[in-house]
């Protein structure tokens, strides 16, 4: 049978065991089961019950949902203000003075916003673009460090209804300048620089660059964060403590309709040319705000840290938008989690008494590389809960995260979800959900999934697949900027009229969800499709692995052959006898089809600057070719390095 008369993805990988919700989380828990029970009667009417008692609408909606497939729009007809909800509601309702943020920066310098301070600054930098000439719907871009200027100018924009783009602040002056283009921003907020594994990155420099290309861009305001020189245009460019600073502490937030756009993020681009994602007000507030409550059970005391970056979307709806929403204290932390040592997040754990840890899997592994010793130098026990986003999580790294972030008391939430997705879809819910290390478990409460084959069908129990969503819901992605049928094209064509998300997944028999990584991350070994995070888990099952990265390499006699990079852990040194061991640990654990036929030890891999592995690229190198576009790379030294290795490897 030919790879392509067999299609479906083979699962092979074991599972680690399974872990109940501990009594005394559950006893508190914010789900229950009847949530489930309530949005499988109704989902409409679940969303609307949730957005009515968790929003502040100054007009309420008329109409739940008007779905025109593939176009969704939420709550029609309700009016409203993010910022509003975000801020002046807890202000009013006598919170005023609980914590909104703590901000650590790099070099160890800290601040304190209340809800009350938020507020101010909010409205100051509110004024001050209203003065700058920005309206209702005018696009503002933003490309800013971890500083508290970054969440205080979203919501500023919100505020008046100015949709903004944020671009992360690692990307280069030509990813910017494409995004203010396509975007056709007005207004750009940057900041002298930012700090970064005690360097300092220059974006100004940056900006100024982008800007000789960016006809839009009228005035550019500029934090001053690290106090070092940089060029001002006059006319132009504007210190934000000038701009800012004077403006009057209140402006009114402008009632927005419920489709209003609030922003536009860019992809961050695996592939192709970066998609303008839209989200809209209503339905994103609410989406963002429902899953943050009860996915990460959040109490009134809590103090909950997203450590993703604002640049991406985990950090727009879980650091700004719904911890906010929902009057959360949270955390930010400007810099590197090895700046000054490793153990930097576990000073700030026990430092501010972080109950709630939202991390990537990246993350988990770089720490696991690091060893143990690291986080056993602090108190951590104030966690109560963990999370992860991201990627698919090995169940090693999990089970890691679990026993020594977690002390084995909390519970880990895997979350899948999209940049276009908004919000959280797919995810345990503490305290109800038994979870499988490795498998994000099922879709949130109102909220559709399905397995199917390539033929549109869906799988059985046991079977593995393309993951689509089945339903709209409130948080989704209205569509990409200034191109609908690009919209259609992208993600409503692969199987007629359900929203492919471009992953594939899996079901166990108790009907669990195992995320398996993008379909491209998919290899055909003798007509047999086998995903490469299976093939991963398995080397870092190995204790000598810290991480590692598998790819299809073209092969005369079975279609693809199992390449693998691997990186070892701090100690271990790479010889022929590891290789030849790390092969047979995989096919001990998966079986012999997934055993590499090539195996090469590397220093670091290749990943985007949200911390996802480029097998694009890799897949490259493996097939000795030249190299697509890495503009999105975080480090291009790392591919040059592997690349110099496995030249001389096949020599
Ligand atoms: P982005 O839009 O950049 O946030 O990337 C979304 C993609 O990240 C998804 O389509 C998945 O491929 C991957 N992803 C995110 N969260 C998870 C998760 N918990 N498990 C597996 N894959 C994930």
Avoid at 37 to 61: G, K, L, S
Avoid at 346 to 357: A, N
Avoid at 451 to 465: E, F, H, K, R
Avoid at 490 to 517: E, K, M, V
């Amino acid at each position: 049978m030919s790879v392509e008369q067999r299609p479906e993805i083979v699962t092979l990988m074991a599972e680690r065991g399974s872990f109940d919700p501990p009594a005394a989380f559950a006893a508190r828990a914010n789900a229950t089961p009847a949530l489930y029970d309530e949005a499988n009667a109704d989902f409409e009417a679940f969303w609307a019950r949730e957005a009515r008692e968790r929003v502040d609408w100054e007009t309420p909606f008329h109409t739940t949902l008007k779905w025109e497939l593939p176009f969704a729009e939420w709550f029609v007809g309700g009016r409203l203000n993010i910022s509003y909800n975000c801020l002046d509601r807890h202000v009013e309702r006598g919170l005023g003075d609980k914590v909104a943020y703590h901000w650590i920066g790099e070099p160890g310098d800290t601040r304190t916003f209340t809800f009350r301070d938020l507020l101010v600054e909010v409205a100051r930098c509110a004024n001050a673009l209203k003065e700058l000439g920005v309206g209702q719907g005018d696009r503002v871009a933003i490309y800013l460090p971890m500083i508290p200027e970054l969440p205080i100018a979203m919501l500023a924009c919100a505020r008046i209804g100015a949709p903004h783009t944020v671009v992360f602040g690692g990307f280069s002056a030509e990813a910017l300048a494409g995004r203010i283009n396509d975007a056709e921003a007005k207004v750009l907020i940057t900041a002298d620089g930012g700090y970064r594994r005690g360097n300092i990155v220059p974006l100004k420099q940056s900006a100024d660059q982008a800007m000789q290309e960016t006809p839009t861009v009228e005035r550019c305001i500029v934090v001053r964060r690290t106090g070092h020189e940089v060029p001002m245009t006059a006319g132009r460019d504007l210190w934000w403590d000038d701009v800012v600073e004077r403006q009057a502490a209140e402006c009114p937030p402008v009632w927005v309709d419920s489709e209003h756009m609030l922003y536009l993020l860019y992809t961050s681009g695996t592939t192709a040319r970066p998609k303008g994602i839209v989200h809209t007000t209503g339905g994103y507030l609410v989406g963002t705000s429902v899953t943050h409550h009860y996915i990460f059970d959040i109490k009134p005391d809590d103090v909950f840290w997203c450590a993703a970056d604002i640049g991406w979307v985990t950090g727009h709806s879980y650091i700004v938008y719904a911890p906010l929403a929902n009057a959360t204290t949270g955390i930010i932390y400007e810099g590197a989690p090895d700046t000054p040592a490793w153990d930097r997040w576990w000073q700030i754990v026990e430092d501010y008494k972080v109950t709630i840890l939202y991390t990537a899997p990246t993350a988990i592994r770089a720490f696991m590389k690091q060893g143990e010793a690291w986080p056993a130098k602090h108190d951590l026990g104030s966690l109560r809960l963990l999370g992860t986003v991201g990627e698919p999580i090995n169940p090693e790294a999990w089970l890691w995260y679990h026993l020594n972030i977690g002390g084995e008391r909390c519970p880990v939430v895997d979350t899948w979800w999209q940049t276009e997705t908004g919000m959280i879809l797919i995810t345990p819910l503490p305290g109800i959900t038994r979870t499988k290390p490795g498998s994000a478990t099922f879709p949130f409460p109102g909220v559709g999934a399905a397995v199917l084959d390539s033929t549109g069908q869906p799988v059985g129990p046991g079977g593995g697949g393309y993951l689509v969503l089945t339903r709209p819901y409130p948080a989704m992605l209205r569509g990409i900027y200034k191109d609908p049928e690009r919209y259609r094209q992208t993600y409503w064509t692969r199987f007629d009229g359900t929203y492919f998300t471009g992953d594939g997944a899996r079901l166990d028999t108790d009907g669990y969800f195992w995320l398996l990584g993008r379909v491209d991350d998919v290899m055909n070994v003798a007509g047999h499709r086998i995903s490469t995070i299976e093939v991963e888990s398995a080397l870092v099952d190995h204790p000598a692995v810290a991480e590692s990265a598998v790819v299809g390499k073209t092969d005369p006699v079975v279609g693809q052959a199992i390449f693998a990079y691997v990186i070892l852990k701090a100690g271990r040194q790479p010889s022929d006898e590891l290789a030849v061991e790390l092969r047979e640990h995989v096919a001990k654990v998966i079986g012999p089809i997934a055993k590499p036929k090539h195996l090469m030890f590397a220093p670091d891999l290749p990943k985007t600057r949200s911390g996802k592995i480029m097998r694009r690229l890799l897949r490259d190198i493996a097939e000795g070719r030249a190299l697509g576009d890495t503009t999105t790379l975080a480090d291009a030294g790392v591919v040059e390095t592997i690349r110099t290795e496995s030249g001389r490897e096949e020599d």
